[in-house]
């Protein structure tokens, strides 16, 4: 019998809360249409790429009695990086789909996308879901990031779900798997192959946000667990007054991770990347203001401290992200000549022959090992695999290179000593925390309920997540609402828009109006672990961030 630990044991009981509307009537619903939509912009393009899906109007769901579910087989998959609480998605997917009809059948697809087109699939049960419910991780079906875009990737996809008897797909991702998701629901809808796809937003960044879609499933629990990590270190630091600890924070693109973890840990640095890039901030700025806190806190005494960094600082600092949009489009290019180059050494001279006269002088004057993070291969989605670039190493290295000049001129006279970590995978495969485990549940049921309402082109929604889930809506929103024009390898593509950190948010505000007493004192707060157990004010609270952002509607 497979062990599992004494938590475990206790939290697999745990009933996840769900909103109003089905908690009291369950899947006897119907839903209630709201305002016809467009997208986030380029409206026009959207419109023309997706025929088919474009405009719907958002929906949510009304008590129906005389609500009637035909049997439906349904397909899931779980896409992009691991987010606590995918399984319960998977639960309340499959909780729903019994609930409105026992004959329903849940199939989840292996390994992500590729699990689709390659047929690999297993029959979810009473049995295996039981063991996964309020679990972390993704392991119950695994996951991928396979981009589906061909044709023959969806004429693939359709005979294998035909097979299955499969009319509706639910595609639990972050906003690039979400992007798969709509162009698959166009193709099926053009071809009327008469099966839906439902989105579930997913990713720990956080950045899969807009007006109708509060916070993405993930970032709460994610960022719980780094802020118990970040406020741990913030007391060893006050304890042995030693290092200058520099922490890079997970989130691909978006500082939201970084910020939330910031707000609840009261760091002395904390960099923003939206902020880097609106004030167009050269590596060298981005230095020199760490060196200056470094240098006024060391004339106090104080040689110790704790610095967050996103990890996609890199690709905000504008020539940086110059030099990586001219890589980007190099690689694309010539990425069969490249793969034949065999030493490190060949690929940065092709490189450097390549780039522009300044880009070409910025990246040779990179540290070796970030010239070759640099060029790594990208991920399925065209994006620069930043979990791998070493932000924090680099930070401290030009760091330390800058005190010691001034040490030289007798203009700083401190120890700098420091240590680098990078917290993404500690927090990934949490055991979801109460919000994300009612959350997830809830875009579960509303997934399958967005199903047996003959949807299709939709992500479930929840909204008023910082109430109680007493006060919680499910709806919802048509994918293409939150589309827009982006370059990826080197062409303009149809994608769901990242929101990133508003500089003009209360979030953000709240970061800037502490700056300087946090970065001469030690407010230090110490966020402890995840509560599953206890009352509510300790156990559901959402995310300072979700709070924040609440408060200016
Ligand atoms: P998603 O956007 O797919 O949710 O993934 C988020 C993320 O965790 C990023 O924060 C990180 O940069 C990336 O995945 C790491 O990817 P990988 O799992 O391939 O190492």
Redo the contacts with the bound molecule.
């Keep these: 019998m497979k062990q599992v630990s004494t938590l475990r044991k206790v939290r697999i009981k745990y009933q996840p809360k769900l909103p109003p509307v089905f908690a009291k009537s369950g899947m006897k619903i119907s839903i209630v249409p709201g305002k016809k939509t467009t997208a986030a912009s380029n409206a026009a393009q959207i419109k023309k790429l997706f025929k088919n899906i474009y405009g719907a109007p958002t929906v949510t769901f009304k008590a129906d009695k005389k609500a009637e579910h035909p049997v439906k087989n349904v397909g899931v998959i779980l ?5 606590p609480g995918g399984h319960n998605v998977i639960a309340g997917i499959f909780d729903a789909l019994k609930a409105a009809n026992k004959k329903n059948k849940l199939y989840g697809f292996l390994g992500g996308p590729s699990g689709l087109t390659n047929n690999d699939y297993i029959e979810l049960t009473p049995k295996i879901m039981n063991d996964y419910r309020n679990s972390g991780g993704f392991d119950i079906i695994g ?1 991928g ?1 396979t981009k589906l875009e061909t044709k023959e990737q969806f004429d693939e996809t359709r005979k294998n779900l035909d097979e299955l008897k499969i009319s509706a797909v639910v595609v639990i ?5 979400n992007t798969n998701a709509a162009l698959l629901a166009e193709y099926f809808a053009a071809e009327k192959a008469g099966i839906q796809i439902i989105g579930v937003p ?4 956080g ?2 946000k807009n007006n109708q879609i509060e916070t ?1 499933f ?1 970032f709460d629990t ?1 960022s719980k667990c780094y802020s118990e990590l970040v406020g741990n270190i913030c007391r060893d630091v006050n304890s042995a007054k030693k290092y200058w600890h520099f922490i890079k924070l ?3 693109s978006a500082s939201h ?1 970084a910020l939330e973890v910031a707000l609840q840990t009261q760091p002395n640095i904390t960099i923003i990347s939206e902020e880097v890039a609106a004030k167009k901030k050269t590596l060298k700025q981005v230095v020199s203001e760490i060196v200056n806190i470094i240098v006024k806190r060391s004339k106090k005494g104080k040689d110790f401290g704790v610095i967050l960094i996103p ?2 600082l890199i690709e905000f600092i504008p020539e940086v992200k110059k030099l990586i949009g001219e890589l980007n489009d190099l690689l694309a290019k010539e990425e069969k000549y490249f793969k034949t180059l065999e030493s490190a050494d060949e690929r940065a001279q092709f490189i450097n022959r390549k780039l522009t006269q300044k880009t070409s002088q910025l990246y040779s004057s990179l540290p070796w090992t970030i010239q070759q993070q640099l060029i790594m291969d990208r ?1 399925p989605h065209g ?1 620069v ?4 670039i070493e932000t924090e190493k680099l930070l401290i290295e030009l760091v330390e290179e800058w005190l010691t000049q001034l040490k030289l001129k007798e203009k700083y006279k401190g120890n700098f000593s420091a240590q680098n970590h990078f917290f ?2 500690e927090g ?1 495969c949490a055991a979801p925390s109460n919000f994300d485990a009612d959350y997830c549940y809830s875009l579960g049921f509303g997934a399958a309920a967005l199903i047996q309402a003959g949807l299709t082109g939709y992500m479930s929604s929840v909204k008023n997540l910082d109430k109680s889930a007493t006060k919680w809506i499910a709806g919802g929103v048509p994918l293409t609402m939150m589309m827009n024009m982006e370059r990826r390898h080197g062409k303009a593509k149809p994608v769901i828009k990242k929101a990133l950190v508003e500089l003009k948010g209360n979030p953000y505000k709240k970061l800037i109006k502490n700056k300087k007493e946090w970065a001469e004192t030690e407010n230090y707060l110490d966020a402890g672990p995840i509560q599953y157990f206890g009352p509510p004010s300790v156990c559901d609270q959402p995310t300072e961030t979700l709070k924040l952002e609440k408060k200016r509607k």
């Design positions: 896409s992009g990086g691991q987010a996951s990031r991702g972050g906003d690039d798997s997913k990713t720990i960044d950045d899969l993405s993930g994610a997970m989130g691909r991770i990890e996609g991920d994006n695999q930043v979990s791998r993404g995978y990934r």
